[in-house]
């Protein structure tokens, strides 16, 4: 158990719709990170906060978006899904921004787009 | 942008040593990192290379060549449960205001056999 929660671990729906998907970091850690894993494009990065702030993006689509709360807590909303939005979901954590290369997985959010 | 070469598979028998290799193009490059990842299970960090050389953690050792722009995996004394999938990842700079964030290869798939 790395200490990083995520719900729900799955959802499903329909094309068009709105999703949120819930991250809590590990205790004392200040970053999060978000992962779109989908088979054939490997784990990839999507957006990074720390301490309440965007701090880098990769290739996230304007049809999402992410925030971090005060208490650390992340969200990250996927709008007018796509069935090729249909992917496994991580979010991951690190002690700081300089640590980024140890990050600490989550379970992950299956979503599957109908 | 950057780019990530390892192989997809390796298939090894109990008791043999394995080397995945990585090879990277990248700019803003700050270190190698090696992650494990089980079928339906998340990430979990194995080690990172900031400097040439080989880092050794128990069963598990990796190799960076910054020149080279190199690096890989030893896996010791295989084991049935080290059946998984294994990520390199780069520590790039996407951001200014970012230490850095991982970019995953995608990934090679070990298969022990007994």
């Known amino acids: 158990d790395s200490g990083v929660t995520q719900t729900p671990k799955h959802l499903i729906t329909a094309t068009g719709q709105r999703v949120t998907l819930r991250c809590s970091p590990r205790s004392g850690d200040l970053s999060v990170y978000w992962y779109q894993q989908s088979l054939d494009q490997g784990l990839q990065f999507l957006i990074q906060y720390y301490n309440g702030e965007e701090r880098a993006k990769g290739n996230i689509l304007e049809r999402f978006s992410a925030q971090q709360f005060p208490d650390l807590h992340s969200e990250l909303n996927l709008s007018s899904l796509e069935l090729g939005d249909s992917a496994l979901y991580f979010c991951?954590?690190?002690?700081?921004?300089?640590?980024?290369?140890?990050?600490?997985f989550g379970p992950g959010t299956r979503l599957t787009v109908t | 942008g950057q780019s990530l070469e390892q192989p997809s598979e390796v298939t090894a028998v109990e008791g043999a040593i394995v080397q995945i290799n990585c090879t990277y193009q990248t700019s803003g490059f700050y270190g190698l990192s090696w992650y494990q990842q089980h079928d339906g299970g998340a990430p979990t960090f194995l080690s990172y290379?900031?400097?040439?050389g080989l880092e050794e953690t128990g069963r598990f050792s990796s190799f960076l060549s910054r020149s080279d722009s190199y690096g890989y995996l030893l896996l010791q004394e295989l084991q049935m449960k080290d059946s998984a999938s294994y990520f390199c990842?780069?520590?790039?700079?996407?951001?200014?205001?970012?230490?850095?964030?991982?970019?995953f290869g995608k990934g090679t798939k070990l298969s022990v056999k007994p």
């Open positions: 990842a780069v520590r790039v700079e996407l951001y200014g205001g970012s230490q850095g964030n991982l970019i």
């Open positions: 290379n900031a400097l040439d």
């Open positions: 991951a954590s690190s002690v700081g921004d300089g640590h980024s290369y140890e990050q600490y």
